[in-house]
């Protein structure tokens, strides 16, 4: 979810392509990385993405944040470029700087701390999903095999009473119904 700075900022066209790109920025650092990026946004909140890999394979990242950083300890990667005229209108309005006022504040510490508790929940959530599609699969097998099998059963059970029931009604008929069937 977005907070509601966010959502008015993305709703001008230029403010949301350079939120997409910031995203982006942050998504490509976690991949590359391996591990949670902790970023600043154009519009000067700080972000983190979560890479989430399994196996060794990047699946995506979780994004999260748009929070204010109180006297940040380090300097975060950020996209550069210059706010667009919408943005700079935009940023000048009230509805602007209450939305911003909502925002919450914390500090570098709990930052790091978030991301790395949303990396670990992340992907033990991808883990323990592919494990459950991996038993669904393995039991959808396993009933497929047992219906084989069942019919396979089946199947012989029927020609060995087809086969007694020839044998008896041989035995019980001329000699011309066994040249026909056969013995």
């Known amino acids: 979810n977005f907070t509601n700075f966010c959502k008015a900022y993305r ?6 392509e350079k939120c997409y790109q910031s995203d982006a920025l942050g998504g490509i650092t976690a991949a590359r990385l391996g591990k949670p990026s902790l970023y600043k946004c154009h519009a000067g909140l700080y ?3 979560v890479p989430i890999i399994f196996d060794g394979q ?3 990242s ?13 300097e975060y990667p950020s996209t550069t470029s210059e706010p667009s005229k919408e943005a700079i209108q935009f940023l000048e309005t009230d509805k602007a700087k ?5 925002i919450l ?10 991301a790395n508790l949303l990396s670990i929940m992340g992907n033990y959530v991808v883990k323990s999903g592919f494990a ?4 669904n699969e393995l039991n959808e097998k396993n009933v497929k095999l047992a219906d084989e099998k069942l019919v396979k059963n089946s199947v012989h059970k029927y020609l060995d009473m087809i086969k007694n029931t020839i044998v008896v009604v041989n035995n019980d008929s001329d000699k011309s ?6 013995d």
């Open 11 to 16: 709703e001008i066209d230029s403010c949301r």
């Open 47 to 49: 972000d983190m993405a």
């Open 58 to 60: 990047f699946l995506g």
């Open 62 to 74: 979780i994004l999260a944040g748009q929070v204010k950083i109180e006297s940040p300890k380090k």
């Open 98 to 102: 209450k939305y911003l006022d909502e």
């Open 105 to 114: 504040v914390t500090d570098d510490e709990h930052m790091e701390n978030a």
């Open 132 to 135: 459950q599609y991996m038993q």
């Open 177 to 182: 119904f066994n040249d026909t069937v056969g």
